[in-house]
């Protein structure tokens, strides 16, 4: 081949060699969605993502714990190679295991389904809820508390408000109570108005601080004392936003709720073996996917004790 060929030639192989470099480049910012091999297995940043969306980590911590993310992964994979391995994934407990979590999935889609159709909460909603609720907002207290939650029996709701109406101290009542072999649990601490069930709160405000009364409720039977309270408002601008999403979970709620009954109403149910005379008591509703509808918390507050206390009964 002749000198000027070869020079001809130059430009040729170096437009081949960068086109190369560049599908080289390509081929590396495919590669990077994998974040580790573990043997012939790959972890993706789909996987590690997906995941640090679920744990609500903060942007400025996200680059330590999607490494945190990525060893978790990484020991999971290990894990499952090994239990596919020694034929785990054949065990009748693995596979009903995998079937309770498949239909799990399906019926939590499902209700997430009909939750994100329901239509959100306007401003103005949201501003007459607060108008509604000066309990909750303009003349929200901090409740310093303390109480006993008492097992409920035939009569004892009028004995014992009898008892807390001569009582000088919450001490004497439990005594009372204990005297008559009557179970109780007793709490102390402080919690915020919506730390303590709507259908208490009325009451709980109407009190003086000192005051003992026996309360009966929904979720059970109290005796309660106000040690003090402190005003901690709640101005609208701030209330607005958890109110809407407060509306939304109770939308989603009744929602889903009167989904099951019409799909239940649809379908045959039919009881066998032990449970053949059919369900005694109403289904329970179905809880919403999202966040529960509970009232909306202005801030982070202390666990309540109220809804708590008949669950430590010993």
Known sequence: MKPHSCRCLAPLLLAVALA?????SEDSKVATQVAAKVNSDEITVHQINGILARENVPPEAAAQAKRQILERLIDQQLAKQQAIEKKLDRSPNTLQ????????????????QIASSQPKPTTDEAKKYYAEHPELFTQRRLFNLEELAVQPTAGLG????????????LQEIAEWLKSRQVRFAENRGVRAAEQIPLDLLPKLQAMKSGEIQAIEGAGGLY??????????????????????????????GAAIASEIKQVRGK?????????SGGATAAPPAAAAPAAKAEPPKPEQAPAPNLEKGIRGLR
Do not use: M, W
């Open 20 to 24: 190369a470099g560049c599908g080289k």
């Open 97 to 112: 295991a995998l079937e309770a979590a498949k239909n799990d999935i399906l019926a939590r889609s499902y209700l997430e």
């Open 158 to 169: 009028a004995q014992l408000k009898e008892q807390a109406a001569k009582a000088r101290s």
């Open 223 to 252: 005796v309660v004392r106000i040690v003090a309270t402190v005003a901690s408002p709640v101005d609208e601008a701030t209330a607005v936003p958890r109110i809407q999403q407060f509306l939304f979970n109770q939308r989603s």
């Open 267 to 275: 379908a045959k149910i039919e009881y066998l073996g032990e449970f």
